[in-house]
Structures are given as structure tokens and as C-alpha cells.
């Protein structure tokens, strides 16, 4: 704090910080509490080592590094006096009782009435399939079903992108009270600790039935660069036939692990958790805000994050919640009044007191005491969503070129046709599925965007994603060509893996004549690239919510086979615009007063022209404005004259040629 703080420093307890919800660097007020404080007689803990447990929990050290962590389940005060209280006094007096261990959670009665321990979902939001295969495959380990062969259990290995809820699932599993967890984690990679460490924890496993073992990145531990783990897991895996020790394995990719361990009697059963889809984000919005967010607001949010697996979510929401503080804070001029929940201190409750209720006060707003019109503010609302989801992208797409289009229909002249045929092609499948599955027709899997230079194809491309809120993955063709072998087809496979992760989503191939040239004009290298693009979109037939676009100045180069239907099923030609696209265009581009008597006599100069060039012609002539007045120093003559228009005309140069035209009719009468 240094010797002269600005602000006196208060110091308190790490527990008594956690217990009453209290940050580092906030702004309090302490004052003198008129509550009476209880001895307590009797305090109950529950030793929860080694999981980060929320509520009050505080850390026992003793010799030899060991370190437990217990938890107040409830204290007792004293018998005589009624009522319940925030504060207690603990003394020699105080008797401390020690729980066998985390509360059980609530149980499923089964049709034999049998009841089993299951998963807590209560933190679980959008894996109601994957967990509940777990919790049977748990119950089997429980009953122990007679089996011809022994337990008839099937080892587990879960795997999903990055933040889908794999080390969570593990996690949960592991505060199961209905047998003993082992978890076999990361260890020092000397190979004698390493085998030793695995065969003890499968042999303490096996004498502790019916039991589970745990292993989170499994890839780290056994890849196919690792054989000799990978072979040591897998004889402990075999010694494990008929017992009841349950084996649940977490990865991100099966394929990332060495295929031996996925035989049969191994890890055979593979559960994927999935990016989650618009009722799993719903779900997992609802845990993550601690409250139902059911409005149709909030769903709007959940329709709105594609490709968000949990834990970007989570990030989302966080970082709603800054926005929504940050502008309380504003109004506050920085400072933030922190208090202890005054009411728990006098409101009357039952001689036994929930210390898990007592840990849940908050620095932000007094939720059960303050009353105060600043109080609602704090809570996330939609709007504080939307500027959050302007930051947070999803995990699918941050390792390659990603964009937010910005970019309107109205932003783009004598769009009006495009737009209404791009709703045909992806309004009518997003908004009356029915309809189309009625009729049978079958969404499309690609549209080439073809024309003049300048003629505003991606920036089309573009509107289609901010139109209908789809994820935008732009790539130049001329970028995935690389001199090295092979890189090439996989970085157009990356770019096909991000979309199916990312859907619904739209990938924009910019240039596509660098990769999709016909076969018989390319190299080898232009070969085995476009030969990847096709077999990449014949695997769009299996997937769902991805559409391609891709848009090219010179569509008689491409190869036939991408132009066929079922890959690039719409040709749309984007054209010079017309005399009403071209008046939008100027007035768009225009925004300056503009003195023209004849303002279509300009409409009619422009023609010929792309909507590129008329934008320069635009900047020209505003730029003559400007010379002409900085000339005339002092004269109230302000704006555009045609003799500006008619000097910048002179200074732009039509780009697109009668021939290029006639190129364009051949290819769309062909």
C-alpha cells in the first residue's frame, strides 16, 4: 500500500474475504454492527480437499505439506437463545464436528426402487444426454449386474472442442460420494514415475471397488508418440476386465490418442460433447447468470452465438457483467458503497444456520437489503450482451482470419434484387423450415458471386452474413496457396473443420479462381488443392447450417466440376449497377451539400462505370471542392459544383471493358 496510501487499507481474512464476497481494491465502509453475536457451540465442517468448493471453506495445514480444506456446512448457537445470526463466537468451548464428506446429491428412485447417486448438474448446463449416460453407467457400477463375463461396464472417453464441458463432466464426477475417485493426472515425465504412478493408482483403484478413475488430457499421457504409456494404461485397463472399477477418460480429439486404448474392454465407449446448439447455450445461460433467462431477449442472445461452446459463455457473460458494472460505476464517479448483508445479522431464522448461505454476499449490490434504484442496474441486461458479443468470439473461429461484417443491404446501391434472391437461398430455409420440408427442397450448399471488378460481390457477401446473423469466415484463395507440400489442402480442410464447428456459418472464398482454376490449365499443386475444395463440399451433404460463397472476376477459368450442382448451386451475377443503383450510390457517397441543377445528367455521366469507380469519382470531386475553396481563401461559396463532378470524371478511368462484359454473358448463357 506503500506509506502514504491515498485510502486506508482494511485487511481482513482470505475467508473472511471469500465468506462475504469481498474483491481486492474495492471501495467499503466499515461501521459498528448493533447485532448480538452468539457463541456458537457446535460447528459442522465437510472436508471438500481438493475441490475449489463454493462457499465458506478455509485451508488446515500440517506437517509434510498436506493441506485439507474443510467447509462450514452449519453452525449451532447457543440453545438458549433463539433466533439466527450472521455473527458467532468460536472458542475452546466450541465443538467442531467433522462430515464424512460432500453432502450426496439428490438421488434418481429407479423403476425397482433402487435408488443411485447421480452427477450434480445443479453447475451443468446444455450435456443432459451425456450426462445422464454417465449416471447409468455409474449406476451399473453400483448395482453390479450379473453378467455372463463379468461387469458388462464399458470404459468412457469423452471428448469435444476446446470448452465444451469435458475437465467440468470430470470434475463433477469426482465429488461423487457413492464410491471412491481416482484421478490420474499429470505427472513428472520421468518414465519410472510415470508407469509407477499409473499402475499404483489402477492397483489402489481395483482394491477400493467398486470405484472410478479419472483422466483428463489423455492425449498428453498416451498419444502414438508415447507408446510406452499408452501400452502401460492398456495393460491396466485389461487387468480391469470384470471388476467394478469404471474408467472415464477426457480428450479433444480420439484421434489424438493412441488408437490401442480404444479397442474393445478399453475405452470403447466414446461420448462427444458437442458445441452446443441454440436449448444446450440456453441451458448453459441459465447457469452461468445464476436465474431463468428465458424472455425472449435472452433468447435472442442464445440464437445469436453460434459456434459458442460453454466456455465461451462464460466469457460472454463476464463480460456483459463488466459493461453493466462499468456503467453503474460511471454514474458513481468510480466509487462503489460495500456492504455485509445487514439483514442476516437481524432477521429471525432457525437455531441451525446454512454457512453455505452465510458465503453468498456479494461486493457488488446488496441483493436481500438494498432497495436502492442503482441495484437493478448491475444485473447483465440484453443490451449489455450485445456490446459483450461485439468482443467475445467463439473459440471455433479465433485461430483463423475472422471478421464481424458490419456491412447493410442498405449500405450497398441497387441491392434490392440480390437481397431478395439471397432470401430465397437462405431467409426461406432460417425462417419457414417447414415450408421447405414440406416441399422437399433441399438447402444450398454454395453460391458463386461472379462479375466486374468493383462491383461491391464482397461486400454482398458480406451483408449476407450481418443479415442474417451467421458467423463469417472470409479467406482470399490466393492465400491458401503455399510453397510447401501439402500445406495448402490442409489449411482448406481447417478452414471446412472451423466452419462445421462454427455453424451456422458462411465461408466466403475471395478470389476462388487462385485455388478453383480448371484441372486441365493448373499445376499439380492447383490439382490436389482443388481436388481437396471438392471433396470438401461433397461433405457438406452430411452437415448442416454451412453455406459457401465464393466470388471471382473471371468465372470461365474455374473448373467445371465446381460449378456443377450440389457444389456451387447459384450463379448470381453481380453487374454494373444501374441508373437507380448508381443515383444510391452517389448520395450515399456524396453527404456533402452538392449544388447540381441537373442531378441526373450525373446519373447518366456515371454510366458505365462500377460502383468502385463512382465512389472514387465522388472522393475526386469533393477533393477539386476543397482545392477550389482553400484557392479562394474566405469566399462562402461551400459545396460541389459540377465543374468538380466534371473534372473528376475526367481523372477516373472506366475499368471494365465491352469485352470483359461479353465474357460474363458467355459464361451465364452457357
Known amino acids: 500500500m506503500g506509506n502514504s496510501p491515498k485510502l486506508r487499507p482494511a485487511k481482513m481474512t482470505d475467508t473472511l474475504r471469500t465468506a462475504f464476497g469481498f474483491k481486492e481494491g474495492s471501495h467499503v465502509t466499515i461501521s459498528k454492527t448493533t447485532a448480538h453475536i452468539l457463541h456458537a457451540d457446535r460447528i459442522t465442517l465437510t472436508d471438500v480437499t481438493p475441490s475449489d468448493?463454493?462457499?465458506?471453506?478455509?485451508?488446515?495445514?500440517?506437517?509434510?505439506?498436506?493441506?485439507?480444506?474443510f467447509y462450514v456446512e452449519h453452525i449451532e448457537p447457543s440453545g438458549t437463545q433463539a433466533g439466527s445470526h450472521g455473527l458467532f463466537i468460536c472458542d475452546d468451548k466450541t465443538h467442531f464436528n467433522l462430515s464424512g464428506g460432500l453432502p450426496a446429491p439428490e438421488a434418481i428412485i429407479l423403476p425397482n426402487g433402487d435408488a443411485f447417486p447421480v452427477l450434480d448438474t445443479s453447475r451443468i448446463g446444455g450435456l443432459v444426454?451425456?450426462?445422464?449416460?454417465?449416471?447409468m453407467r455409474l449406476d451399473r457400477l453400483l448395482h453390479k449386474f450379473d453378467h455372463p463375463h463379468g461387469s458388462a461396464n464399458r470404459h468412457v472417453l469423452l471428448h469435444g472442442y476446446e470448452g465444451t464441458g469435458k475437465s467440468l463432466v470430470l470434475n463433477r464426477l469426482a465429488q461423487t460420494t457413492a464410491c471412491k475417485v481416482f484421478r490420474l493426472g499429470r505427472v513428472q515425465m520421468a518414465s519410472g514415475r510415470v508407469l509407477a504412478t499409473i499402475e499404483s493408482t489402477f492397483r489402489d483403484a481395483f482394491a477400493s471397488q467398486p470405484s472410478v478413475i479419472l483422466m483428463d488430457n489423455i492425449e498428453k499421457l498416451a498419444s502414438s508418440e508415447s507408446e510406452l504409456y499408452a501400452d502401460a494404461i492398456g495393460m491396466e485397463l485389461d487387468k480391469l476386465r470384470g471388476a467394478d472399477v469404471l474408467v472415464v477418460a477426457a480428450t479433444r480429439s480420439p484421434l489424438s490418442v493412441d488408437s490401442s486404448l480404444t479397442g474393445p474392454g478399453r475405452l470403447s465407449r466414446q461420448i462427444e460433447l458437442a458445441i452446443p446448439d441454440v436449448p444446450a447455450r440456453r441451458q448453459i445461460l441459465n447457469v452461468l447468470m445464476g436465474k431463468p433467462v428465458d424472455s425472449h431477449d435472452f433468447a435472442t442472445i442464445a440464437a445469436k452465438t453460434h459456434g459458442f461452446t460453454g466456455k465461451d459463455l462464460g466469457l460472454l457473460v463476464e463480460e456483459a457483467n463488466d459493461t453493466a458494472f462499468s456503467k453503474v460505476g460511471s454514474e458513481k464517479e468510480g466509487w462503489v458503497d460495500v456492504h455485509a448483508r445487514i439483514s442476516m445479522l437481524h432477521s429471525p431464522h432457525?437455531?441451525?444456520?446454512?454457512?453455505?448461505?452465510?458465503s453468498q454476499a456479494t461486493t457488488q449490490v446488496q441483493q436481500l437489503t438494498d432497495t436502492s434504484p442503482e441495484r437493478a442496474d448491475l444485473n447483465a441486461t440484453v443490451e449489455d450482451f450485445e456490446v459483450a458479443l461485439s468482443v467475445v468470439r467463439p473459440t471455433a473461429l479465433r485461430e483463423i482470419f475472422f471478421e464481424t461484417p458490419k456491412v447493410q443491404w442498405s449500405d450497398i446501391g441497387g441491392s434490392d434484387a440480390n437481397k431478395q434472391r439471397f432470401d430465397e437461398i437462405i431467409g426461406w430455409p432460417l425462417h419457414h423450415p417447414e415450408l421447405m420440408e414440406q416441399f422437399e427442397i433441399p438447402p444450398q450448399k454454395g453460391v458463386l458471386l461472379y462479375g466486374p471488378p468493383g462491383c461491391s460481390k464482397t461486400m454482398t457477401a458480406q451483408a449476407v452474413a450481418s443479415t442474417y446473423d451467421l458467423n463469417f469466415i472470409a479467406v482470399k484463395g490466393a492465400e491458401l496457396i503455399s510453397m510447401y507440400v501439402g500445406e495448402s489442402e490442409?489449411?482448406?480442410?481447417?478452414v471446412f473443420r472451423k466452419a462445421r464447428q462454427a455453424a451456422p456459418c458462411i465461408v466466403f472464398f475471395d478470389e476462388i479462381d487462385a485455388i478453383g482454376a480448371e484441372r486441365e490449365s493448373g499445376g499439380t499443386k492447383g490439382l490436389n488443392v482443388l481436388t481437396t475444395l471438392l471433396n470438401e463440399m461433397d461433405g457438406f451433404e452430411a452437415m448442416k447450417d454451412v453455406l459457401v460463397l465464393a466470388a471471382t472476376n473471371k468465372p470461365e477459368v474455374l473448373d467445371p466440376a465446381l460449378l456443377r450442382p450440389g457444389r456451387f448451386d447459384e450463379h448470381v451475377y453481380v453487374g454494373l449497377p444501374t441508373a437507380n443503383a448508381r443515383k444510391e450510390i452517389l448520395k450515399m457517397s456524396l453527404k456533402v451539400p452538392v449544388d447540381l441543377t441537373h442531378f441526373d445528367e450525373l446519373v447518366d455521366t456515371t454510366q458505365g462505370y462500377s460502383g468502385a469507380e463512382i465512389v472514387a469519382i465522388c472522393t475526386s470531386a469533393k477533393r477539386c471542392a476543397v482545392r477550389r475553396m482553400m484557392a479562394s481563401a474566405g469566399s462562402p461559396d461551400v459545396g460541389l459544383h459540377a465543374g468538380d463532378f466534371k473534372a473528376a470524371i475526367s481523372q477516373v478511368r472506366k475499368g471494365v471493358t465491352d469485352e470483359m462484359l461479353s465474357v460474363y454473358d458467355n459464361f451465364a448463357s452457357r
Do not use: C, I, M
Request: no cysteine; aromatic share 6%; hydrophobic share 30%.
Open 129 to 135: 444426454e451425456q450426462v445422464k449416460e454417465l449416471n
Open 350 to 358: 432457525n437455531s441451525q444456520v446454512d454457512g453455505s448461505v452465510h
Open 53 to 69: 468448493y463454493v462457499g465458506t471453506t478455509f485451508d488446515v495445514s500440517a506437517k509434510k505439506g498436506l493441506r485439507k480444506r
Open 490 to 494: 490442409r489449411a482448406v480442410r481447417e
